[in-house]
């Protein structure tokens, strides 16, 4: 559609560099969005695996 507009070429190659640009962020915030779920997911089961082991739940009497 802006092709189709006297004028608009550099509009819209700034428009598909910013867009470029903006997949190369997602991208990014995609892998340490992922990097920083696995640390957590680690540091969680070390604080689990610190903890004391809860005792046993007897079994109720009948």
Do not use: W
Not at 5 to 26: C, D, M, W
């Amino acid at each position: 559609m802006l092709g189709d507009i006297a004028g608009t070429a550099p509009l819209r190659e700034a428009l598909e560099t910013t867009n470029s640009l903006l997949a190369q962020v997602l991208d990014e915030l995609k892998r340490v969005n992922a990097d920083g779920l696995v640390t957590v997911a680690q540091e969680l089961r070390a604080v689990r695996d610190a903890l004391p082991a809860a005792p046993a739940e007897s079994a109720p009497a009948a």
